[in-house]
């Protein structure tokens, strides 16, 4: 069975700062790993993604994340915060295979500061 | 090219009713999925639908029940609604076929409220 632990349920940044969200994951296969932000009243936008390329993934707005095997992680940086980043982010896995579904965290709420 | 939509946006139902919502994949999209967003939590894989049949089904009681028809769109129906099935219903869609980690795009949901 997979699982995601998100490590942190809020986390507070001034702005220019760089951000931090960490991620676990739980997996019997060779996962693909997401990591999705929700701004309120929107719906769901992919930041990036993981399948079996290069361990370090660039996504849209300056994040990257860094698949880490070893840890079992998949944690969610970006150098410098700015006020538009505010909101939920989840890490989700799934199956590489198949149409498997999207397994999620229970999310991260990053508020930045000015 | 119009992206996942969902219909109503919002929708207040009470209690022991029945509700339907709607959801049109994007273009090119074959499989339909929907989850369940309560509030603070991550959204939660209800079921999955391609060629009109449920593929894969999560942790829902009976009282959850959907539909695909040839188009591709899909309806989520529930039934005897409880107050604890006041939430956001995502719908996502995803090409069946190509590559591993293939992206779902997700609409903006429908945000439910059991009064």
């Known amino acids: 069975a997979q699982s995601v632990t998100q490590l942190d349920s809020h986390v507070s940044v001034s702005e220019g700062t760089p951000v931090l969200l960490r991620c676990n994951y739980s997996?019997?296969?060779?996962?693909?790993l997401f990591w999705y932000v929700q701004h309120p009243n929107k719906g769901l936008q992919l930041l990036l993604k993981?399948?079996?390329?290069?361990?370090l993934v660039k996504g849209i707005n300056g994040f990257e994340a860094e698949f880490k095997k070893s840890e079992t992680s998949f944690h969610l940086t970006k150098p410098s915060a700015h006020m538009s980043d505010a909101a939920e982010y989840f890490c989700?896995?799934?199956?590489?295979?198949?149409?498997?579904?999207?397994?999620f965290g229970k999310g991260t709420r990053l508020s930045v500061i000015a | 090219d119009a992206g996942v939509t969902q219909s109503p946006t919002h929708l207040i139902k009470t209690r022991g009713q029945q509700v339907t919502l709607r959801c049109s994949p994007k273009?090119?999209?074959?499989?339909v999925s929907w989850y369940q967003q309560a509030l603070g939590q991550g959204p939660q894989f209800i079921f999955q639908?391609?060629?009109?049949?449920?593929?894969q089904r999560g942790n829902f009681p009976d009282r959850f029940s959907g539909h695909q028809f040839p188009n591709y769109s899909s309806e989520l129906n529930v039934n005897a609604l409880l107050l604890g099935d006041s939430a956001l219903y995502l719908c996502?869609?995803?090409?069946?076929?190509?590559?591993?980690?293939?992206?779902?795009?997700f609409g903006q949901g429908t945000r439910l409220t059991v009064v």
């Open positions: 993981y399948t079996s390329a290069a361990t």
């Open positions: 639908y391609y060629e009109e049949e449920e593929r």
């Open positions: 273009s090119g999209h074959d499989t």
């Open positions: 989700v896995v799934s199956d590489r295979g198949g149409n498997t579904p999207l397994v």
């Open positions: 997996s019997s296969y060779s996962p693909s």
């Open positions: 996502a869609s995803s090409p069946l076929t190509g590559n591993a980690g293939r992206r779902a795009f």
